[in-house]
């Protein structure tokens, strides 16, 4: 398996923009377009272009390059079951939104209400609200007295039945 700098074409302390003429170079030649139904064409471009992705910025590059030196390490014994990075992941989300929690409950502050919003308030709560619930009241009782009314001058529901 050859590396990015290989498939470039390039030296590993090449500069970005040696980087960067050697990619289009390839590309050029290696298209698709200019090479149409060759499968070794689009295999070499699929490589051309993964390597530009890993090298065409700084912090990619120097990912790359750490990862030439030093493969990432594999981790012995039994691997994860599904439910257990489901657990993994839940806990780091509940850890966020925990300290997410804590950051907004420190930015909050009391809402101070000045005694011409509280005397409006009280104004609406009695002219409007009390009213609604006398109404109800009074609707609640008439339908009860109603009821009552009926059954009264008509017998019990069981002989107007009959």
């Known amino acids: ?15 970005a923009e040696d980087i ?31 390597a530009w992705d890993d090298l065409s910025t700084p912090e ?3 990912s790359y390059d750490l990862s030439l030196t030093s493969p990432a390490p594999r ?6 079951s599904q439910e257990q990075w489901q657990a993994q ?5 509940q850890a966020q939104w925990q300290a997410q929690w804590q950051a907004q409950a420190g930015q909050m502050r009391a809402v101070k209400v000045s005694p011409a919003t509280a005397l409006v308030g009280g104004v609406v709560l009695f002219a409007v609200v009390v009213p609604l619930l006398a109404l109800a009241a009074v ?11 009926v059954n009264l001058l008509g017998g019990p529901p069981e002989a107007r039945r009959a």
Do not use: C, F
């Open 89 to 93: 992941w839940q806990a780091q989300r």
């Open 139 to 149: 609707v609640g009782v008439s339908w009860l007295l109603l009821k009552a009314l």
């Open 75 to 80: 981790r012995a014994g039994p691997q994860w």
């Open 20 to 50: 960067k003429r050697a990619y289009r170079a390839l590309v050029k030649r290696w298209h698709p377009d200019k090479n149409p139904g060759d499968p070794q064409a689009e295999a070499k471009i699929r490589d051309i272009n993964a």
């Open 1 to 15: 398996m050859s590396t990015h700098y290989e498939t470039l074409g390039v030296e590993p302390t090449a500069p």
């Open 60 to 62: 990619r590059r120097a």
